[in-house]
């Protein structure tokens, strides 16, 4: 039987949120201060004109600095289209924007190591561009539908402390209480939870957990703010580290609002394409963090 000590949850909840307010606070304000130096403009044009790896670069740098969630960035994909941008580069873009992001890397960092964090952003990066070139090879760039992206702005931001200010507070009411979930989740389970029970079904190198935590992920809309101090508790507990990797991309790249979205602008058979891709990348990420 299991008892929860109510105690050590509150305890636990709050070191966990006091940790990720200084540092979720402090980054997203440097964050946000610097991209008034970032030429988006220019980046969107180098994107349709240089050579395709030079694209698929500069998209990964576009995607690092663009929205957390994985719905923010259809809107950014719609524009990239109808400004005639490749579809390998934009799909680029679209694999790699909702899990690449400066303020959650950084945070990673802090929680889960700089190891895990540099392993992470190579392997999501390699994949999003191999899955995006792929998805253009063979032939998907036909299941785009004709949308007209309305009430875009995508003007470029000037270096500006009170407007670094400004974008930090309202990613605080839009982000941050992701956080705070998440880390009202990774108490519970800290203090819930028995370390023996993790340890013995989701520790090890059980292979099978890997793919499913990639499906089990793909519907739920969880952000990786919110997976962050989840992830560090079950760490702690004894869960594998490739099953956690893969429920933290799966949730992050896809979801159903998401998928909603992604229904207006993209053909059924692309749609599919797209959580197909997600589970892969899920998956095979998953299993690198088992070997690395």
């Known amino acids: 039987m299991w008892v929860v000590n109510w105690i050590e949850v509150g305890k636990s909840f709050l070191s966990i949120a006091l940790e990720l307010t200084v540092l979720f606070i402090g980054i997203s304000f440097l964050i946000n201060l610097i991209q008034g130096f970032i030429p988006y ?25 663009t929205p957390f969630c994985s719905c923010s960035t259809i809107p950014v994909v719609v524009n990239l289209l109808n400004k005639k941008v490749r579809f390998g580069i934009v799909m680029i873009f679209l694999f790699s924007s909702p899990v690449l992001d400066p303020t959650i890397i950084t945070l990673m ?26 998805l253009e090879k063979i032939g998907f760039a036909n299941q785009v539908r004709n949308v007209v992206m ?8 000037r270096f500006n402390l009170k407007g670094a200010l400004t974008e930090t507070i309202q990613l605080m009411k839009t982000v941050y209480p992701y956080l705070i979930i998440g880390a009202g989740i990774g108490s519970i389970i800290h203090g819930a939870v028995p370390t023996t029970w993790i340890s013995t079904y989701m520790g090890g190198d059980k292979w099978w957990l890997v793919p499913i935590a990639a499906i089990i992920g793909i519907p739920l809309y969880i952000r990786l703010s919110t997976m962050i101090p989840i ?14 990797m893969a429920l933290m991309i799966s949730s992050a790249g896809a979801s159903l609002p998401e998928l909603t979205l992604l229904n207006s602008i993209f053909k059924k058979k692309l749609v599919a394409a797209f959580v197909g891709s997600v589970f892969l990348m899920s998956t095979i990420s998953g299993f690198l963090f088992y070997v690395v």
Do not use: C, R
């Open 109 to 134: 960092v802090a929680i889960l190591g700089v190891k895990v964090a540099a392993i992470y952003t190579i392997i999501t990066s390699i994949l999003s561009v191999i899955i995006g070139f792929t």
């Open 41 to 65: 403009e220019k980046m969107e044009k180098w994107m349709e004109n240089s050579h395709p790896l030079v694209s698929a670069l500069i998209a990964l740098a576009f995607a690092f600095i």
């Open 150 to 157: 309305k009430g875009y702005d995508d003007t470029q931001k």
């Open 231 to 244: 992830s560090q508790i079950m760490l702690a507990k004894g869960m594998a580290l490739g099953p956690v």
